[in-house]
Each structure stands twice: as structure tokens, then as C-alpha cells.
């Protein structure tokens, strides 16, 4: 074969790295969005915050304004002369603030400008008498006004509001226990294994071979084995004796190796009664028998009438099978939304939420700075200007892509905003990014992880997406619709006769929504409904 040249024309999509990192950003969450910026605020020295831009500036123009009066010292000098004999002028009254313009104006610290404070008599008895209102000791002295920042000056309920973890609390608790140091270590170790919950997930033998290592790793050598089986014993035995002071403390339940032993301490720690009896009897028998009520088998292994069985569960219901759960940090939990939905007259208003919409600029000072300079050094820097601009543009992208999804999804789901989640309509991603001109993959990554408020409560993007079921009409409903509606029919059944799942796929057909029952166990088991014989009502 012959060699040859030719030429050949080709369009190719390269990914440029502003390309990507507008892709990254998109798919970010609102917390995820918020540790980008301050990233990006710290590695780069171009961005800037636009309040600590307008701080700065409102410093530089208040310098400025000091320096032109500091230029004209005969205005001060007109104001002590204008001043009536006797009168306390506003630098006397304030020393202060009069030795931050002697500062700036270059006086030595030395200098007094004026009589504003008594010279003390240091050629008599070396005393120096003040008067009962002088100090911060005297009588009339003003209280001391404290920011709610500091914490000196926390306020009651900054202090009451605070967040205390479970671990916290029982270490307060502890403190009360009179512990040598072994076994102080040991209590101590046994609350910070704990979970959210409050139980204690690992097992003793576990954890005691963990301390062993931790013991041997402090040594710098492993135990002998003659000593070690001694060494293990002793730490079994502590940390049982830590584990009885544990789960003596409060909440009751803490420190439960498993939910029956958790529902047991709290029982224990009510009066001894019959139905705190056979309750304590109930739990002692496998939990499945709880779970699926079957008050045939308790009666039967626990030896107990029905009617004490129906207590005995009653009660166990009222239990808390998670002790830890008032000590969870409820503001992690807190939803911020992106998009705020609100009704104006016969339409709806949607705006991006301005909390969560970093507001950056390029720092101009640094930007003119960079004007004219050339060299290796000012070509990196001139790359980082333009990375400062490329990410604010992004953001800016960001932001816009996010609004005009959403509004997409208003315009589409209008019978939502106006009636609530039985109006729902079917909605897949293709008509959203058809409509915008936008690629699926796209709306994909702006509405994941991001959420909108509306009147009927915070939603996520996501959630205005569904498949539709058939029905007798032609028109499609949507599956989110007939979630709420399957739940809606549950709230309003008969709870000594709840409804099975072949019952509601029948009131679903007799409304004209086609859905088999395994679709409805599906739908019931997303919304975390328990199953007909778990809803019975004893």
C-alpha cells in the first residue's frame, strides 16, 4: 500500500475545565455549594465576600473622613474655646474616644491635651482618693451591656437553647459518681461508644479487646499471655460494673445492647405492677410476637389473661425504643430551601431563596493592582483572576438554571401549588428539558438534592416527578397522587377493621385508577405504612 496524506474535518466536544466545574457545582447541594465557596474563598485572594467589600469600604471612607478633619486643627480648637466655663465637653466625657484621634494624629501618649482628668497628687502621702462613683465599683456604676456573642454576656436563652448532646449529659451525670480513676476511664469509655440512639452497638468482648490494644499499644509491647487472659478478665469485669452505672442513668434506657433490653429498663423502672409485670414477661419472649401482636402465643408463653396482654402491650408502646432521640441535633435536620414558592393573587410568585446565594465579587483593589504587570508571577495571578471570574460566573449559572427548572415545574404542576398532592399530575424529566432546551442528565443534577418551599410544605425537586397509572377516563395519574390518596384512605379507615391491600387496590378501581395490589403494598410501604394486621387496633 502506498503512503498518503489527506486531510479530514471533525467536530469533536472537549470538556474545558470552566465546563466542568459548571457541571460540579450544578450537582452540588446547598451545603455542599456553601463548603465550595468558602474553599474557593480561601485558595483564591481575587474573591471576596460582597459584605466584607462594603465593611471594607465603609473603613476606607471613615479613615478618610478622620484624616480630613485631623488636617484642620483649628476646628477643635474653636470647639474648646466655644464651650461655656464648666461644661464637660464630649472628649471629657468620653476619654476614649478622644485618645483614638490623639492616636491617629501622632501625639505622644504622654501628652495631656487639656485638664480632661485631674492630675493625682503623687508629691503628697502617696494616695489618690476617688470618689464612690469613680470605679466599677462604686454604687451607680452602669451594668455591663454583653453581646449575645460572648460568653460572658450570653443571654439566659442563648444558654437554655443550646444544643447538649447525649454524651455531654451523661458525662454531667457521672460527675456525681464517686469513681477512682480506672473506673472514671471506664464509664467514660463505655458513653462515648454509644450511638445517636443511645445503645451500646458493640459487644463487651469487643470492646474490651479494643482497650487491650489500646493498653498494649501505650506499653509499646503486647501482654504476655499469662497476663493478658488476667489483664482481659479484669477489663471485663470493669466495664460490666461501668455498664450497671450506665444504664442506671438518665435517659432510662440508656446504654441497651438491644431493643428488648431497652424496653426491660424502663419497665424495671416503673412501680412493680401487674401490667408492669407481664409487660416485662412480654419482652423476655422473641419480639417478633410483639411486632406481629399475637396476643394467642403471648397469653399462651406468658402465662396471662388477654385482657392483662392488652395492657402489658399498651404500655410497652408508650416506652421510648430510642433514649437518645431528644439529644439528637435538630438543626442538622433543617432543610433550607433553594426556591421559595408563594401565592400572588391568581398566580405564584417564585424567587431563589437569598439566603443561600453567595453573594462574591471580584476584589477590585487586587484586580487594578494586576493592571500592567507582566512576567511569570503575574501570568499565575492573571490565571487566578480569571478563575475568580470564571466561579462567579458559574455560580451566577448556577442559580439561573435552578429558577428556570423550578419555574418549569410550577407552570407544570399548578394544580399541586392550588389544591395540594392529590392533584398531582405525571411528570417525567424528558418535558422539563425539552421544554428549557437542556439535556436530561441536566435536570437530573439540578434537582437532586435541592428543594423548594411551597404553601403545602419543603419539597424536593425531585419529588414533582412521577410516573402515571391508567385510568378509566384515558388520563393518566400521577403515582405521587395515588400515594396520597392510598394514604389518605388509610387515615380514614376503621382501626379495629384497617384496610388490606386488596381492599385498597378495589377503592382505588372504584375511584378509576387501575393500581394491582403488589403496586399498592409498594406505594404502602414507601409512605411507611405498617401492613393491615400491624394497624389493628387491640
Known amino acids: 500500500?502506498?503512503?498518503?496524506?489527506?486531510?479530514?474535518?471533525?467536530?469533536?466536544?472537549?470538556?474545558?475545565?470552566?465546563?466542568?466545574?459548571?457541571?460540579?457545582?450544578?450537582?452540588?447541594?446547598?451545603?455542599?455549594?456553601?463548603?465550595?465557596?468558602?474553599?474557593?474563598?480561601?485558595?483564591?485572594?481575587?474573591?471576596?465576600?460582597?459584605?466584607?467589600?462594603?465593611?471594607?469600604?465603609?473603613?476606607?471612607?471613615?479613615?478618610?473622613?478622620?484624616?480630613?478633619?485631623?488636617?484642620?486643627?483649628?476646628?477643635e480648637v474653636a470647639d474648646f474655646a466655644s464651650a461655656p466655663p464648666g461644661a464637660s465637653s464630649g472628649a471629657a466625657a468620653e476619654p476614649d474616644a478622644a485618645a483614638a484621634p490623639a492616636a491617629e494624629s501622632g501625639l505622644d501618649g504622654g501628652e495631656e491635651s487639656g485638664a480632661l482628668e485631674p492630675e493625682p497628687d503623687w508629691e503628697g502621702d502617696g494616695t489618690v482618693e476617688f470618689s464612690p462613683d469613680d470605679g466599677d465599683w462604686g454604687g451607680e456604676a452602669p451594668a455591663r451591656q454583653g453581646s449575645g456573642s460572648d460568653e460572658e454576656g450570653a443571654s439566659a436563652i442563648d444558654l437554655a437553647s443550646e444544643w447538649i448532646t447525649l454524651q455531654s449529659h451523661l458525662?454531667?451525670?457521672?460527675?456525681?459518681?464517686?469513681?477512682?480513676e480506672e473506673e472514671g476511664a471506664a464509664l467514660h469509655f463505655l458513653i462515648e461508644s454509644l450511638d445517636d440512639d443511645g445503645y451500646l452497638a458493640d459487644p463487651l468482648p469487643e470492646l474490651v479487646e479494643a482497650l487491650l490494644l489500646q493498653e498494649e499499644r501505650a506499653r509499646g509491647q503486647p501482654w504476655p499471655e499469662a497476663l493478658r487472659f488476667e489483664r482481659q478478665e479484669a477489663l471485663r469485669q470493669l466495664l460490666q460494673t461501668a455498664l450497671h452505672w450506665l444504664q442506671h442513668m438518665e435517659p432510662t434506657g440508656v446504654g441497651a445492647r438491644d431493643l428488648a433490653e431497652c424496653l426491660k429498663l424502663q419497665i424495671l423502672e416503673l412501680r412493680n405492677s401487674p401490667v408492669a409485670r407481664a409487660a416485662l414477661a412480654i419482652c423476655e419472649?422473641?419480639?417478633?410476637?410483639?411486632?406481629?401482636?399475637?396476643?394467642?402465643?403471648?397469653?399462651?408463653?406468658?402465662?396471662?389473661?388477654e385482657a392483662l396482654a392488652r395492657e402489658a402491650l399498651a404500655l410497652i408502646m408508650r416506652l421510648e425504643p430510642k433514649p437518645g432521640r431528644r439529644f439528637a441535633d435538630v438543626q442538622r435536620n433543617i432543610i433550607v430551601p433553594d426556591v421559595i414558592v408563594s401565592a400572588e393573587g391568581q398566580g405564584f410568585e417564585i424567587r431563589l431563596n437569598p439566603d443561600v446565594m453567595p453573594r462574591l465579587r471580584v476584589h477590585d483593589i487586587y484586580a487594578r493592582a494586576m493592571r500592567g504587570h507582566k512576567g511569570e508571577a503575574a501570568q499565575g495571578m492573571q490565571q487566578r483572576l480569571q478563575e475568580a471570574r470564571w466561579f462567579i460566573k458559574n455560580i451566577q449559572q448556577r442559580f439561573d438554571t435552578i429558577l428556570r427548572v423550578s419555574t418549569a415545574i410550577v407552570e407544570r404542576q399548578r394544580r399541586f401549588f392550588q389544591q395540594g398532592e392529590l392533584a398531582m399530575r405525571p411528570l417525567v424529566l424528558r418535558e422539563i428539558a425539552d421544554e428549557l432546551g437542556l439535556h436530561e442528565s441536566t435536570i437530573s443534577r439540578v434537582t437532586t438534592a435541592k428543594y423548594m418551599a411551597t404553601p403545602f410544605g419543603t419539597y424536593e425537586l425531585k419529588y414533582f416527578f412521577g410516573s402515571g397509572l391508567g385510568t378509566e377516563t384515558g388520563v393518566s395519574a400521577s403515582s405521587t397522587a395515588v400515594r396520597a390518596l392510598i394514604k389518605q384512605l388509610v387515615a380514614a379507615e376503621n382501626p379495629s377493621k384497617p384496610l388490606s391491600d386488596s381492599q385498597l387496590a378495589e377503592l382505588l378501581k372504584a375511584q378509576g385508577i387501575e393500581c394491582a395490589r403488589r403496586t399498592v403494598a409498594k406505594y404502602r410501604e414507601a409512605l411507611r405504612i405498617a401492613p393491615a394486621n400491624l394497624r389493628k387496633a387491640l
Not at 171 to 180: A, K, Y
Not at 287 to 298: G, P, S, Y
Open 171 to 180: 458525662h454531667q451525670q457521672s460527675l456525681s459518681l464517686r469513681l477512682n
Open 285 to 305: 419472649q422473641p419480639l417478633e410476637l410483639m411486632a406481629r401482636r399475637d396476643l394467642k402465643r403471648l397469653v399462651a408463653q406468658c402465662g396471662i389473661d
Open 1 to 75: 500500500m502506498k503512503p498518503g496524506l489527506s486531510l479530514r474535518t471533525s467536530q469533536q466536544l472537549a470538556l474545558t475545565p470552566q465546563l466542568q466545574q459548571s457541571i460540579r457545582l450544578l450537582q452540588l447541594s446547598t451545603l455542599e455549594m456553601a463548603q465550595e465557596v468558602e474553599q474557593m474563598l480561601d485558595e483564591n485572594p481575587f474573591l471576596e465576600l460582597e459584605a466584607e467589600a462594603t465593611e471594607r469600604e465603609e473603613q476606607d471612607l471613615a479613615q478618610a473622613e478622620a484624616a480630613s478633619s485631623l488636617g484642620d486643627p483649628s476646628a
